[in-house]
T-cell receptor, first 112, second 114 residues
């Protein structure tokens, strides 16, 4: 099956710093999403981005489907950005199954 | 996006018992799914909840352990049966909107089995 690798596994930042999280995947994809899991376990949608670039406030994401990677940029980090960031993909096919395969996540800690 | 209500949000259960988790959506959706997140791990798909028919389980998950119901397009339940401490996890329901693309998740159920 498709492999999803995220890096780095852990990241510690000082408040105000910028960071880049990476997601590599081993096959073509129909769907790629970035999620933030808060300390209470809830998954928050950040981006649906199977290709191209999107921005939402201090966050932006870029997926280069032909090279099988996606990047999540966090600028001017805040303590509330702490948590686990997941990349999830759906393997590319003629139909959408909706089944997501998750990477192992990047655990981010932002210190005040 | 659809509003997803999942309950209970957390529970502590005795081994050997069963727990049913409910997921209610405020609009009709085609695809609903159940995921498990073991402590410190990523999310793994348990099954696709099919409306009006038996759920489709992923490798490593079986109906006897994780029976799923989906009586209509807005509601599904997952039961964790005959629980053991290894079943302690966060369980999340998920749905796809917009023709089966973007996925959204419920708040999750944090289960501890003692």
């Amino acid at each position: 099956g498709i492999q999803v690798e995220q890096s780095p596994p852990d990241l510690i930042l000082q408040e105000g710093a910028n960071s880049t999280l990476r997601c590599n995947f081993s096959d073509s994809v129909n769907n790629l999403q970035w999620f933030h899991q808060n300390p209470w376990g809830q998954l928050i949608n950040l981006f649906y981005i199977p290709s191209g670039t999107k921005q939402n406030g201090r966050l932006s994401a870029t997926t280069v489907a032909t090279e099988r990677y996606s990047l999540l940029y966090i600028s001017s980090s805040q303590t509330t950005d702490s948590g686990v960031y997941f990349c999830a993909v759906e393997r590319g096919s003629s139909s959408n199954t909706g089944k997501l395969i998750f990477g192992q996540g990047t655990t981010l800690q932002v210190k005040p | 996006s659809a509003v997803i209500s999942q309950k209970p949000s957390r529970d502590i259960c005795q081994r050997g018992t069963s727990l049913t988790i409910q997921c209610q959506v405020d609009s009709q959706v085609t695809m609903m799914f159940w995921y498990r997140q073991q402590p410190g791990q990523s999310l793994t798909l348990i099954a696709t909840a099919n409306q009006g028919s038996e759920a489709t389980y992923e490798s490593g998950f079986v109906i006897d352990k994780f029976p799923i119901s989906r009586p209509n397009l807005t509601f599904s339940t997952l039961t964790v049966s005959n629980m053991s401490p290894e079943d302690s996890s966060i369980y999340l329901c998920s749905l796809n909107t917009y023709g089966g693309t973007e996925a959204f998740f419920g708040q999750g159920t944090r289960l501890t089995v003692v």
